[in-house]
Nanobody, 124 residues
Framework: QVQLVESGGGLVQAGGSLRLSCAASGRTFSSAAMGWFRQAPGKEREFVAAITWSGGRTYYADSVKGRFTISRDNAKNTVYLQMNSLKPEDTAVYYC?????????????????WGQGTQVTVSS
């Protein structure tokens, strides 16, 4: 069992930066692949980024590639999402997710555990 709590969201101007954190509890965190998803009002939840359990591989949506960086610290049971050069279209609720196994990191349905989400609002 893994419990996830996101933090770090807020209001920022376009071009600014935020760093989201996802604190996990549970003994299986270090063996779980982690992902970030987001959901804007009236839209479906979409993949943002993912990282393997070791941190050796990362995956990004094309819309955030080069601007966002996912990382993890297994000693702290925490995964991060550094978001730079933010745009108004990045406005959404951001969710952290954890999964067993590997592959299909882009699909929300393969993730087993979800946080409650944190709001990110980017003003123009």
């Amino acid at each position: 069992q893994v419990q996830l709590v996101e933090s770090g969201g807020g209001l920022v101007q376009a071009g600014g930066s935020l760093r989201l954190s996802c604190a996990a509890s549970g003994r299986t965190f270090s063996s779980a692949a982690m992902g970030w998803f987001r959901q804007a009002p009236g839209k479906e939840r979409e993949f943002v980024a993912a990282i393997t359990w070791s941190g050796g591989r990362t995956y990004y949506a094309d819309s955030v590639k080069g601007r966002f960086t996912i990382s993890r610290d297994n000693a702290k049971n925490t995964v991060y999402l550094q978001m730079n050069s933010l745009k108004p279209e990045d406005t959404a609720v951001y969710y952290c997710a954890a999964r067993r196994g590997s592959g299909n990191y882009y699909e929300a349905m393969v993730y087993d555990y979800w946080g409650q989400g944190t709001q990110v609002t980017v003003s123009s």
